[in-house]
T-cell receptor, first 112, second 115 residues
């Protein structure tokens, strides 16, 4: 996967749901990942989904996968100010390498 | 424990200096990675070590020299860097860099400024 696309910015009010979208390129990707990066910090693994799943729920996080359209989304329920960060989706580079190709990142801003 | 540690947290160096970045993990992982992240950009892969052997070098200039002295440690030696090399350098590790389930865990990064 070489061009993983995300929208650049999302602003929501505290308590609302946030939906961050990602379009990936490699239909053979077996796992797809969501990472969170707070300002000046490293990347925190949030969740991942295996390609034979359509949905995965983990507390406030819901990941939806549409393999036909190569579309991945991350829904954050009851968004809090502490969720303000950049969110990256990522896929393995190719079947021979396990390093990741990242999307451009979506900056989530949560308004109090 | 899913912790990857990196030192130093910040580094400022001149173009003639030699310095090293260090990364450590104690999760028993056998694959370790260096990524470079410029401001407002996603991380980009530099190097991959698998079982202490360099398996991928993404055409990185020779002024960056990686080293994996053992399965827990990863270094990045820096020499004669340019101002455009200023970035956040991220280390990651994963179980073995082989299987489809291989999930990467990242350290907090070293913010490098080259004057």
């Amino acid at each position: 996967g070489e061009d993983v696309e995300q929208s650049l910015f999302l602003s929501v009010r505290e308590g609302d749901s946030s939906v961050i979208n990602c379009t990936y390129t490699d239909s053979s990707s077996t796992y797809l990942y969501w990472y969170k990066q707070e300002p000046g910090a490293g990347l925190q693994l949030l969740t991942y989904i295996f390609s034979n799943m359509d949905m995965k729920q983990d507390q406030r996080l819901t990941v939806l996968l549409n393999k036909k359209d190569k579309h991945l989304s991350l829904r954050i329920a009851d968004t809090q100010t502490g969720d303000s960060a950049i969110y990256f989706c990522a896929e393995p580079m190719d079947t021979g390498r396990r390093a990741l190709t990242f999307g451009s990142g979506t900056r989530l801003q949560v308004q109090p | 424990d899913t912790e990857v540690t990196q030192t130093p947290k910040h580094l400022v160096m001149g173009m003639t200096n030699k310095k090293s970045l260090k990364c450590e993990q104690h999760m028993g992982h056998r694959a370790m990675y260096w990524y470079k992240q410029k401001a407002k950009k996603p991380p980009e892969l530099m190097f991959v070590y698998s079982y202490e052997k360099l398996s991928i070098n993404e055409s990185v200039p020779s002024r960056f020299s990686p080293e994996c002295p053992n399965s827990s440690l990863l270094n990045l030696h820096l020499h004669a860097l340019q101002p455009e090399d200023s970035a956040l350098y991220l280390c990651a590790s994963s179980q073995d860099g082989q299987g489809a389930w291989d999930t990467q865990y990242f350290g907090p990064g070293t913010r490098l400024t080259v004057l």
